[in-house]
T-cell receptor
């Protein structure tokens, strides 16, 4: 199954954009790229997902490389409430394997006022 | 609409004692997940249900852990007997179908003394 690689931690200043990278060099053609985040003392929450094209929603934007081997979650203006652990996960839409929805260690984002 | 409800939020027990966690998923959600999360790590999948059927329990330590989802709605995760290393947060999540976004509860924090 395809794996993802993320930096352990990143820092950002409040009200500045944040770019959270994810590498997935062994991604398959049917893998969707999903992002979840986990705020302190809470369960993870869904952020965004995409397949090939860039995606935008009220929480964030997802930029997917043309070869799909990497992606970037973009928070356009970080707030203190965006401080969380961000997880990048691949999900195969055609084959729901026993390795579906496996979380890695994620990226811990610190937002400085 | 109510989210995923878990209880208890906190539980402290002595080793070798049994413990049970309960999860009520979002109404109408067919897929239910149990995760274990150790401090500073990402959630680890224990078991996934499709309605009342456990379709992915490869990571569940079956010697001491058991789970059930009677009637395909609520679910219970049990540990008997508990060991010191079981101290963690136990997260429940649900989704409307297997490939839709997951909604997580707040988790049950277990401390084994």
């Amino acid at each position: 199954d395809a794996k993802t690689t993320q930096p352990n931690s990143m820092e950002s200043n409040e009200e500045e954009p944040v770019h959270l990278p994810c590498n997935h060099s062994t991604i398959s053609g049917t893998d969707y790229i999903h992002w979840y985040r986990q705020l302190p003392s809470q369960g993870p929450e869904y952020v965004i997902h995409g397949l090939t094209s860039n995606v935008n929603n009220r929480m964030a934007s997802l930029a997917i490389a043309e070869d799909r081997k990497s992606s970037t979650l973009i928070l356009h203006r970080a707030t203190l409430r965006d401080a969380a652990v961000y997880y990048c996960i691949l999900r195969d839409v055609e084959w729901l394997s026993n390795n579906d929805m496996r979380f890695g260690a994620g990226t811990r984002l610190t937002v400085k006022p | 609409e109510a989210g995923v409800v878990q209880s208890p939020r906190y539980k402290i027990i002595e080793k070798k004692q049994p413990v049970a966690f309960w999860c009520n998923p979002i109404s109408g959600h067919n897929t239910l997940y149990w995760y274990l999360q150790n401090l500073g790590q990402g959630p680890e999948l224990l078991i996934r249900y499709e309605n009342e059927e456990a379709v992915d329990d490869s990571q569940l330590p079956k010697d001491r852990f058991s789970a059930e989802r009677l009637k395909g709605v609520d679910s219970t995760l049990k540990i008997q007997p508990a060991e010191l290393g079981d101290s963690a947060v136990y997260l429940c999540a649900s989704s409307s179908t297997a490939l839709e976004e997951l909604f997580f509860g707040e988790g049950s924090r277990l401390t084994v003394l």
